[in-house]
């Protein structure tokens, strides 16, 4: 079975643009979370969505939104890029939201603003 | 913020030798993850222990977990050099998402 999937694995945009982050999570599982990891640092908590709903939210600005769709796959924007976004986007998902699961990562997407 | 914190920031051992890597955390928990992270890469979920455990174990790992000093302890018996990565423990509380620490850098030395 597949694992997590994300895409793009890399890319590069210009401060004030906006990206899109896609995932597909693990077949069956229908919670999804996404976090952001700055070089030399944890992962942090940005959002969790389950059945197409937002569940959770870590401490950041409204530039960054995320949705789910009905097939659980999900998207996360970022709006007006800073150079401080640059990081590594990694999507979790895990088969619902209840605290408790294993939660499987992604490889997550290379984001650089320039 | 980040509730966890792993000890040591960085740690070298010759191929053979036994990684002890510890974590504290701050506040109550449900359960405790431990996931390995190669350079660049995503993370790999290692083993999960909850709150009412003490101890688990996984192949060359060992997890034990000491709720009443915030504290846990991943121990991985008989390095080989492809464990060299980062180690992290992450908090699963009744909060939202996991809470991760910066992580312990394994070196594993031919």
């Known amino acids: 079975d597949a694992g997590v999937t994300q895409s793009p694995t890399h890319l590069i945009k210009t401060r004030g643009q906006h990206v899109t982050l896609r995932c597909s999570p693990i077949s069956g599982h229908k919670s999804v979370s996404w976090y952001q990891q700055v070089l030399g640092q944890g992962p942090q908590f940005i959002f969790q969505?389950?059945?197409?709903?937002?569940?959770g939210r870590g401490n950041f600005p409204d530039r960054f939104s995320a949705r789910q769709f009905p097939n659980y796959s999900s998207e996360l924007n970022v709006n007006a890029l800073l150079l401080g976004d640059s990081a590594l986007y990694l999507c979790?998902?895990?088969?619902?939201?209840?605290?408790?699961?294993?939660?499987?990562f992604g490889e997550g997407s290379w984001l650089t603003v320039v | 913020s980040q509730q966890g914190e792993e000890d040591p920031q960085a740690l070298s051992i010759q191929e053979g030798e036994n990684a002890t890597m510890n974590c504290s955390y701050k506040t109550s928990i449900n359960n405790l993850q431990w996931y390995r992270q190669n350079s660049g890469r995503g993370l790999v979920h290692l083993i999960l222990i909850r709150s009412n455990e003490r101890e688990k174990h996984s192949g060359r790992l060992r997890v034990t977990l000491d709720t009443s000093k915030k504290s846990s302890s991943l121990l991985i018996t008989a390095s080989r050099a492809a464990d060299t990565a980062s180690y992290f423990c992450?908090?699963?509380?009744?909060?939202?998402?996991?809470?991760f620490g910066k992580g312990t850098h394994l070196i594993i030395q031919p």
């Open positions: 969505y389950y059945e197409k709903e937002e569940r």
């Open positions: 992450a908090t699963d509380s009744w909060a939202d998402g996991l809470t």
């Open positions: 979790a998902s895990s088969p619902w939201t209840r605290s408790g699961n294993t939660i499987y």
